[in-house]
């Protein structure tokens, strides 16, 4: 058990997590099955978008929301670069409500442009409602929106903005994959509002850790839809792998583990509370 804490803690998995997985471990494994068993019981409860039928081909409204500097910009261009390739540029329209960043909206219809889609500006509720009202013909309407931090009161206005549009906005949550676990968890109270429809892995390829997000995502059961490793549009675009992506936490940082010493686990584990009363746990299946 002390080996499989090492591991999960040095992958970046939360101590909480961490520790109510190691007390469900079969006692009957070694070291190598219990890490097979604890690999396929968080690949299991890592809810991911099998294929892109979901979303591009039965289309909507999908609004990429989350703090400034996540992505959410060339993440909105990968997705409409795919909508365009499998229904052309007039059946996407894309809006943005990032009239206060500098460069901001040039830098979308920039992409627009590339692509042959019209990018609409909208500054408030109103503004989006008429938008959104005009382009209710399109297949799919692609929102990017400005970039706050999680601490941010307009956080909620935002929330409150897309909600009240009059239509059906599912709101996609950018994750960076590079932050820590309990920004992460900011970051999902602070955009959660009535529900979020998904989210979007970004900045893979800067990470040196995933075990970080994928433990907030676990805990809040959040559905990846997909993963962004790269500024390439659309190339660096993927679904997600739940196997791989958990190989990859414990891969990336295997010769982490020994910075743990057994010494040291009962104090770092000694703050995680009562699991029992911990609600974010209780929903993880071990099949």
């Known amino acids: 058990k002390a080996v499989v804490l090492r ?3 040095a992958a970046g998995f939360s101590a909480s997590l961490s520790r109510y997985l190691i007390d469900k471990l079969p006692a009957d494994k070694d070291a190598a099955e219990s890490m097979r068993w604890i690999k396929t019981v968080l690949a299991r409860n890592l809810t991911t978008m099998s294929d892109e039928e979901s979303l591009l081909d039965r289309g909507g409204v999908f609004a990429l ?12 261009a990968k997705l409409a670069a795919r909508c365009v390739l499998r229904h052309g540029a007039e059946k996407l329209a894309l809006i943005t409500t990032d009239a206060y960043r500098i460069g901001g909206h040039e830098q979308l219809r920039i992409y627009g442009k590339i692509l042959g889609v019209m990018v609409h500006s909208v500054k408030d509720e109103a503004d989006l409602r008429i938008a959104l009202k005009e382009l209710k013909n399109k297949h799919t309407v692609l929102i990017d929106t400005i970039g706050m931090s999680q601490r941010d009161q307009m956080v909620t206005e935002q929330v409150a903005m897309l909600a009240g549009a009059g239509a059906d906005v599912k709101r996609l949550l950018c994750l960076n994959a590079t932050s820590t676990n309990e920004t992460l968890n900011e970051v999902v109270r602070a955009y959660q509002g009535s529900g ?17 997000v994928l433990d907030v995502m676990i805990r809040n059961k959040l559905n990846l839809h997909y993963i962004s490793n790269g500024q390439r549009v659309p190339e660096d675009l993927h679904l997600a792998d739940r196997a791989m992506l958990v190989d990859r936490a414990f891969r990336s940082r295997r010769d982490a583990g020994s910075q743990f010493e057994d010494a040291d686990l009962p104090m770092m584990m000694a703050n995680t509370g009562n699991l029992n009363n911990d609600h974010t746990l209780r929903g993880v299946y071990f099949g």
């Open 65 to 76: 929301v989350g703090p400034t500097g996540v992505g959410k910009t060339t993440t909105t």
């Open 196 to 212: 979020l429809y998904g989210c979007i892995m970004t900045k893979l390829d800067e990470a040196a850790s995933i075990g970080n």
């Open 7 to 9: 591991e999960m803690l």
